[in-house]
């Protein structure tokens, strides 16, 4: 109700999108950051002509239905992005805002422009408090998005009360001091203001606006407007009728009058907006052929034509060169060999591009001075960078990658999962991945980062044990497009693995049979990344004491786990023998592999600081604790 007028001014007024095609690729972004204020949003879908019926707003929060209580990501009825988790809906904005700029910058021509829309956010106090919202609008302001229009709902009002005793904040000078155009004092509830304030937005080109609105929480309601009771709770009765009182409604409940809904509607507006579009996107394409099939392609989604060819041909020629490397070069070096043929990979670093080696060699910079570039120095904002990893890759036109170390994925942990949720492609590369690091010491050691992130559903978490597993990794992450990705990398150098070509190819199934006794195993030991090694080596020795020894490498527990039973009872057979996992991190994910007999080799505590062989060593990842804990496994 407090931010229903600026709404309306800015869906009526300005909102450039087609209520019939909500999948137009040109039109404006609208994120509601405050997404606890969703039944906004169902209205306005409801009122502008969106699929989407009265008796769905009737059914709220109800099993179900698409109106939730927070909305997931919902394109039809003209939700971009979940918003649920404060301060993330204005990063994903950033996002989508970045998007917007740097595929304008690489496809739009003089006299072909296609490429041209805002992103609006509406966010509240909760956005502002929430850090993230500092180290996204920092950076939007580096960057010069001029596209971005933030509007600021100052109700002075979070759930525990009036602000003033948790936010006071200067919240415009903390913006200019971002570098953000600022207009101040508007009042939310003139449309008159508001439309001048937008205006005053759209005008800024070079940096983004805010647009800060005093507004009323729960306006309208005349007992309860301005306090926090009306956040989340329903008015009731009496203080609904108070309302309607109060601002004249004399309609029955979810009623909407001929005239209204025929003001509202945006169906014809829109699809002259998105035809006005397409006559310049055929105007283009009659100029700039290949430019614009590629525009096409990349906004579908689509891969280039040979892509499963080059990147068969690209994971052989790893393969052939047999290179022992960690596998956060190894990641570099697949990035090398993708990344020719994949314009749509965007990636970074927050602060760790030397670290993670996430700058291959066709990259170029994205920064204010040059939009077309592909790679953003994120700078020391790892749930920033996830989540304008998200936006990047719901605005579309984009896989987006960035890097951080491991053990700092906690810091983006929410975006994490809000990418897992949302069924969105991003791909992470987070690499130091283990004690294996070394002398940075326990503050940097993950432990219980891989067991975390595997519990995260639809998450799909690779460690991969050298350049080939490495590559398949990236493959895997490229090519999935209903999640993200976390790749898990290495510091320090791991051993190159001869495998066959079908090897190769089983690879990409997350857990195959690497090294084989003749005859049932009656041991299988099972590892992922640097293990996989220390496996070989103790399978070897056992094989030489007579013991039938399988060897799995099990990269990607998820998509393993996602095979056939057929294939999973081939790898893990169910005929008695013991069973060995082992990882350098904490052992939690592992006993559903192992079974009753089975045992499970990791970390049960902390790291230390010492050079990285050595804690190998102190923790018991070595050769000879392999074999030694086998022999247990085994009875013998
Ligand atoms: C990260 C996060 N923390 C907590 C919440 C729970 N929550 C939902 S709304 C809200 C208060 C938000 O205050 P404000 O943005 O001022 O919203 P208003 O009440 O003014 O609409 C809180 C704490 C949440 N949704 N996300
Ligand atoms: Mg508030």
């Given at each position: 109700?407090?931010?229903?007028?600026?709404?309306?001014?800015?869906?009526?007024?300005?909102?450039?999108?087609?209520?019939?095609?909500?999948?137009?690729?040109?039109?404006?972004?609208?994120?509601?950051?405050?997404?606890?204020?969703?039944?906004?949003?169902?209205?306005?879908?409801?009122?502008?002509?969106?699929?989407?019926?009265?008796?769905?707003?009737?059914?709220?929060?109800?099993?179900?239905?698409?109106?939730?209580?927070?909305?997931?990501?919902?394109?039809?009825?003209?939700i971009e992005t979940t918003t649920g988790p404060l301060?993330?809906?204005?990063?994903?904005?950033?996002?989508?805002?970045?998007?917007?700029?740097?595929?304008?910058?690489?496809?739009?021509?003089?006299?072909?422009?296609?490429?041209?829309?805002?992103?609006?956010?509406?966010?509240?106090?909760?956005?502002?408090?929430?850090?993230?919202?500092?180290?996204?609008?920092?950076?939007?302001?580096?960057?010069?998005?001029?596209?971005?229009?933030?509007?600021?709902?100052?109700?002075?009002?979070?759930?525990?009360?009036?602000?003033?005793?948790?936010?006071?904040?200067?919240?415009?000078?903390?913006?200019?001091?971002?570098?953000?155009?600022?207009?101040?004092?508007?009042?939310?509830?003139?449309?008159?203001?508001?439309?001048?304030?937008?205006?005053?937005?759209?005008?800024?080109?070079?940096?983004?606006?805010?647009?800060?609105?005093?507004?009323?929480?729960?306006?309208?309601?005349?007992?309860?407007?301005?306090?926090?009771?009306?956040?989340?709770?329903?008015?009731?009765?009496?203080?609904?009728?108070?309302?309607?009182?109060?601002?004249?409604?004399?309609?029955?409940?979810?009623?909407?009058?001929?005239?209204?809904?025929?003001?509202?509607?945006?169906?014809?507006?829109?699809?002259?907006?998105?035809?006005?579009?397409?006559?310049?996107?055929?105007?283009?394409?009659?100029?700039?052929?290949?430019?614009?099939?590629?525009?096409?392609?990349?906004?579908?989604?689509?891969?280039?034509?040979?892509?499963?060819?080059?990147?068969?041909?690209?994971?052989?020629?790893?393969?052939?060169?047999?290179?022992?490397?960690?596998?956060?070069?190894?990641?570099?070096?697949?990035?090398?060999?993708?990344?020719?043929?994949?314009?749509?990979?965007?990636?970074?670093?927050?602060?760790?591009?030397?670290?993670?080696?996430?700058?291959?060699?066709?990259?170029?910079?994205?920064?204010?001075?040059?939009?077309?570039?592909?790679?953003?120095?994120?700078?020391?904002?790892?749930?920033?960078?996830?989540?304008?990893?998200?936006?990047?890759?719901?605005?579309?036109?984009?896989?987006?990658?960035?890097?951080?170390?491991?053990?700092?994925?906690?810091?983006?942990?929410?975006?994490?999962?809000?990418?897992a949720l949302m069924r969105i492609r991003s791909i992470?590369?987070?690499?130091?991945?283990?004690?294996?690091?070394?002398?940075?010491?326990?503050?940097?050691?993950?432990?219980?980062?891989?067991?975390?992130?595997?519990?995260?559903?639809?998450?799909?978490?690779?460690?991969?044990?050298?350049?080939?597993?490495?590559?398949?990794?990236?493959?895997?992450?490229?090519?999935?497009?209903?999640?993200?990705?976390?790749?898990?990398?290495?510091?320090?150098?791991?051993?190159?693995?001869?495998?066959?070509?079908?090897?190769?190819?089983?690879?990409?199934?997350?857990?195959?049979?690497?090294?084989?006794?003749?005859?049932?195993?009656?041991?299988?030991?099972?590892?992922?990344?640097?293990?996989?090694?220390?496996?070989?080596?103790?399978?070897?020795?056992?094989?030489?004491?007579?013991?039938?020894?399988?060897?799995?490498?099990?990269?990607?527990?998820?998509?393993?786990?996602?095979?056939?039973?057929?294939?999973?009872?081939?790898?893990?057979?169910?005929?008695?023998?013991?069973?060995?996992?082992?990882?350098?991190?904490?052992?939690?994910?592992?006993?559903?592999?192992?079974?009753?007999?089975?045992?499970?080799?990791?970390?049960?505590?902390?790291?230390?600081?010492?050079?990285?062989?050595?804690?190998?060593?102190?923790?018991?990842?070595?050769?000879?604790?392999?074999?030694?804990?086998?022999?247990?496994?085994?009875?013998?």
């Amino acid at each position: 109700m407090g931010m229903a007028d600026i709404a309306e001014v800015l869906w009526n007024d300005f909102l450039r999108h087609n209520p019939a095609n909500p999948h137009w690729c040109d039109r404006d972004r609208f994120v509601l950051s405050n997404g606890h204020g969703s039944m906004l949003i169902y209205a306005l879908a409801y009122l502008s002509g969106y699929p989407i019926e009265i008796d769905e707003l009737r059914q709220f929060r109800q099993l179900g239905q698409r109106t939730a209580g927070h909305p997931e990501r919902e394109l039809e009825i003209a939700i971009e992005t979940t918003t649920g988790p404060l301060g993330q809906g204005i990063a994903n904005a950033v996002g989508m805002a970045l998007a917007e700029k740097v595929l304008a910058a690489t496809f739009n021509r003089p006299g072909g422009t296609i490429v041209d829309h805002h992103t609006y956010v509406f966010l509240g106090d909760g956005c502002l408090m929430e850090g993230i919202s500092h180290e996204a609008c920092s950076l939007a302001g580096t960057l010069g998005l001029g596209k971005l229009i933030g509007v600021y709902d100052d109700n002075a009002v979070s759930i525990d009360g009036p602000t003033d005793g948790w936010f006071t904040d200067d919240t415009p000078a903390r913006f200019r001091a971002y570098g953000w155009h600022v207009v101040e004092d508007v009042d939310g509830h003139d449309p008159v203001a508001v439309i001048s304030a937008l205006d005053a937005a759209r005008a800024q080109t070079d940096r983004p606006s805010l647009i800060c609105c005093k507004t009323l929480i729960g306006w309208g309601a005349p007992n309860k407007q301005g306090t926090a009771d009306t956040h989340g709770a329903p008015l009731g009765p009496d203080e609904v009728a108070a309302t309607r009182t109060q601002i004249g409604w004399e309609h029955e409940p979810f009623v909407i009058p001929g005239e209204l809904r025929d003001a509202w509607d945006a169906r014809d507006r829109g699809a002259a907006l998105e035809a006005e579009w397409q006559t310049r996107f055929d105007a283009y394409a009659e100029q700039w052929p290949d430019l614009a099939q590629e525009f096409q392609r990349r906004a579908s989604g689509a891969f280039p034509g040979d892509w499963g060819d080059l990147a068969d041909a690209a994971i052989r020629e790893i393969a052939a060169e047999g290179k022992d490397m960690a596998t956060r070069k190894a990641s570099l070096r697949a990035l090398e060999a993708f990344a020719p043929h994949l314009p749509e990979l965007i990636g970074g670093s927050a602060d760790l591009t030397g670290s993670n080696n996430t700058l291959h060699s066709g990259s170029t910079v994205m920064d204010a001075n040059n939009a077309a570039g592909n790679y953003i120095y994120f700078g020391v904002r790892e749930f920033a960078m996830a989540a304008l990893l998200n936006g990047l890759a719901l605005h579309g036109g984009f896989i987006p990658y960035g890097g951080t170390f491991l053990v700092f994925s906690d810091y983006a942990r929410n975006a994490l999962r809000m990418a897992a949720l949302m069924r969105i492609r991003s791909i992470l590369v987070l690499t130091h991945d283990s004690i294996g690091l070394g002398e940075d010491g326990p503050t940097h050691q993950p432990i219980e980062h891989l067991s975390s992130l595997r519990a995260m559903p639809n998450m799909a978490v690779w460690r991969p044990c050298d350049a080939v597993e490495t590559a398949v990794a990236w493959r895997s992450a490229v090519e999935r497009d209903d999640g993200p990705t976390s790749l898990i990398l290495t510091r320090q150098g791991l051993a190159h693995v001869d495998r066959t070509d079908d090897q190769i190819d089983l690879a990409a199934k997350g857990g195959y049979i690497l090294l084989d006794s003749d005859g049932d195993p009656e041991l299988i030991l099972m590892a992922t990344g640097s293990e996989v090694g220390l496996v070989l080596g103790a399978a070897r020795t056992l094989m030489s004491e007579g013991v039938r020894v399988r060897v799995v490498s099990m990269p990607c527990t998820e998509v393993f786990d996602a095979q056939p039973q057929a294939y999973r009872s081939h790898v893990l057979p169910d005929n008695g023998a013991a069973r060995l996992a082992i990882e350098a991190g904490a052992r939690d994910c592992w006993w559903r592999y192992v079974g009753g007999r089975g045992d499970v080799l990791g970390m049960t505590s902390f790291g230390q600081s010492a050079p990285g062989k050595a804690l190998m060593e102190h923790f018991g990842f070595t050769v000879e604790a392999v074999a030694e804990a086998a022999r247990r496994v085994l009875g013998r």
